[in-house]
């Protein structure tokens, strides 16, 4: 009788441990894997942000490297003069000079920190979008799990296989395309 009932519970948990109820064994899990440093570098929409932004800067660059060239010249006129019209001259000046001085800095720290302003506010929006983008993909295409790899790791090991960054990349610069923007840039 101890056998029977040995012989039974042996099968029964033979019987459990084969079950395919469980939702594991109902199917194989589709996954993939996006760089998202690549797809930073590859998308068209992004490359434009950063042209954008390389340009603004630029220009904002020139107003205030005129004002920087015209203090430098003040700055040597004052060390002229200086010499020149003797300690308390240079002591009345120098304040006025080092106040502009200051202004420049200030200036430059404000053009600096508008731009990161900006620039953060759109690529944020990018992201945030590009995110939305990829579930919308992962639910068409039925992924269970899309991963992110690039900066900040989350894997440490997929096969080339699942890496579908390629793949996203072109959809999201065919969709920015089709709504009216410039061709890729060529690398």
Do not use: H
Not at 100 to 119: I, N, P, T, V
Not at 133 to 143: N, R
Not at 155 to 160: G, N, T, V
Request: aromatic fraction near 10%; hydrophobic fraction near 35%.
């Amino acid at each position: 009788m101890k056998r029977i009932l040995l012989f039974l519970a042996i099968s029964v948990s033979l019987i459990s441990c084969n079950n395919n109820n469980s939702p594991a064994a109902a199917k194989e899990f589709k996954t993939a894997y996006v760089d998202t440093s690549k797809l930073l570098e590859e998308y068209t929409k992004a490359k434009d942000i950063e042209a954008k932004y390389k340009t603004k800067s630029d220009v904002m660059g020139k107003e205030l490297q005129t004002e920087v060239a015209r203090f430098k010249a003040e700055a040597s006129s004052f060390q002229k003069n200086a010499q020149a019209k003797g300690q308390a001259w240079a002591q009345e000046n120098g304040e006025r000079l080092q106040k502009k001085e200051q202004e420049l800095r200030y200036a430059q720290d404000s053009m600096l920190q508008q731009l990161q302003q900006e620039s953060g506010a759109e690529m944020d929006s990018l992201v945030k979008n590009v995110k939305s983008f990829i579930k919308q993909y992962g639910k068409e295409k039925g992924y269970d799990y899309i991963y992110a790899t690039g900066e900040a790791v989350s894997i440490l090991y997929a096969k080339d296989q699942y890496d579908i960054t390629a793949e996203i990349v072109k959809v999201l610069n065919e969709k920015y395309q089709s709504e009216g923007n410039k061709e890729p840039i060529k690398k």
